[in-house]
Every structure is written in structure tokens, then in C-alpha cells.
């Protein structure tokens, strides 16, 4: 084995063991041992658990940044940025389970790595960027987009955590939650969200066929209603009225 696959192999081998027990449940012994090797090939790489720790973060922040910012760089439209940015952590989630785990229980302080709240931050720094041009479009006060950006990426960031252990339902139905949420606000919530825009459309159509309907029976109703107190009053006013001939 090359002196590069042996590290790639320390590396691999440490990041499955700091998921699943932690910086301080796993020691270099552990890793030293799942590899085949001594101890000193270990500190021969990377200078000691520390260092290994460190590498296996900075490794695994690059991936999920890289692939955030390429997913808010590649959409159009506002709402298909949010959308497949949301996709892209859930698809981190799922296809790199274990260095989520690892970012999530925030990186070790003798690492001298960023932590993941660090990473959230430059994530929310992008879509800052992306809601101050679109604040500044429709005329709206540009110096909350910083707040506005933390908001969305903290909820996104939340539900991955969740998604991570439940699983359930899919990742693409996730996204599609997270951004109803997001762009709809709890007053305007699609009845079924999804990321297809085509599905949207329909779905949109739908609903307003619908509340067409129930404004028509409303509206028959309140009719029925008011023609219903109109007779009762028309029949209060005969009560009232003397009958002729009668003293």
C-alpha cells in the first residue's frame, strides 16, 4: 500500500470510528488496529488524533459547503435555490451519514477546525447575499437579509438534524416541506408541497377549483339565509299589522 492509500485509509477508517463514538470515544489504538498498522503510522500522517480528527472535519465542511453554494449558484428562480439547496444538505444527510454525524456533535476543540455552527455561518453569508438582491428588487429593507438568512438555513439545518436519525419520508419531500414552509409562511401552506413545479401548478389549480366550489356554496347558502330572515321578518310585520273590521 502507497503512502497516499495508507492515508486515505486512516482517514476513511477514523471518520467511521469519530461518528460512531466521538472525538474522546476513539482512540488511536482503535485506529491504529483497524488498519492493520502501529501506532506510530498514525502519528506518522497526521501527527496524532488531532490531527486526524482535524483533517476528517475540514474534509467533510468542504464537501457539504461545496455542494450547498454549487446548489444556490445553479438555480434560477429564488424558490428552485432554496429548494435545491435544501436537497443538497438532505442529499449530504443521506449519502454521507457519518460525516454529518461527526459535523453535528460540533468539531473538538484541540482539532483547531471550524465547528459546524461555523459552517452554518458561511452558508447563511451566501444566502444573505442571494436575499439582499432580492430584498433590494422588490424594495424591502436590505440590512434584515442577514437575519432572514440565519433563519432559513437554522431551519434547514434543524430539520436535517431531525431527518438524519427518522429518515422519513423522502429527502425530496423533506425539501419540499422545508420551502413550503419557507416561501408560503404558515398562512399560506400548499396542501401538498412538492419540488416539481409542473405538480405545483396543478396542485395550485386544484385548490382554487376548490375554494371556487366552496365559495359558491357560500355564497348559495348566505343567500338561502338571507331570503330565510327576509320571509321572517316579512311575516313579523303581517303579525303586527290590525286586521280590518276588528276594534
Known amino acids: ?124 453569508t451566501e444566502v444573505e447575499h442571494i436575499l439582499g438582491q432580492e430584498f433590494d428588487r422588490h424594495d424591502y429593507d436590505d440590512k434584515t437579509s442577514p437575519m432572514y438568512a440565519q433563519m432559513l438555513v437554522g431551519m434547514v439545518a434543524l430539520t436535517g438534524q431531525w431527518w438524519l436519525d427518522v429518515r422519513k419520508p423522502r429527502r425530496e419531500e423533506v425539501a419540499a416541506h422545508v420551502v413550503n414552509l419557507a416561501w408560503n409562511g404558515l398562512s399560506g401552506l400548499e396542501a401538498k408541497p412538492s419540488l416539481d413545479p409542473r405538480r405545483r401548478r396543478r396542485e395550485q389549480e386544484r385548490m382554487a377549483k376548490r375554494m371556487e366550489k366552496v365559495a359558491v356554496k357560500q355564497g348559495k347558502a348566505a343567500a338561502r339565509a338571507d331570503k330565510a330572515e327576509r320571509r321572517v321578518r316579512q311575516i313579523e310585520t303581517e303579525d303586527t299589522e290590525p286586521t280590518p273590521g276588528v276594534a
Request: net charge negative.
Open 1 to 124: 500500500m502507497t503512502g497516499t492509500e495508507r492515508r486515505q485509509q486512516l482517514l476513511d477508517i477514523g471518520r467511521t470510528l469519530f461518528a460512531e463514538r466521538g472525538f474522546d470515544g476513539t482512540s488511536v489504538e482503535e485506529i491504529a488496529a483497524k488498519a492493520g498498522v502501529s501506532k506510530p503510522v498514525v502519528y506518522e500522517h497526521f501527527g496524532g488524533k488531532e490531527g486526524l480528527y482535524a483533517v476528517v472535519v475540514d474534509r467533510e465542511m468542504e464537501r457539504l459547503l461545496a455542494l450547498v453554494t454549487r446548489a444556490l449558484a445553479d438555480g434560477i428562480h429564488y424558490r428552485e435555490k432554496l429548494e435545491q439547496a435544501a436537497l443538497a444538505l438532505l442529499q449530504y444527510i443521506e449519502e454521507c451519514s457519518d460525516g454529518f454525524r461527526i459535523l453535528v456533535r460540533d468539531s473538538h476543540g484541540a482539532s483547531g477546525t471550524g465547528s459546524y455552527a461555523s459552517l452554518l455561518s458561511e452558508i447563511a
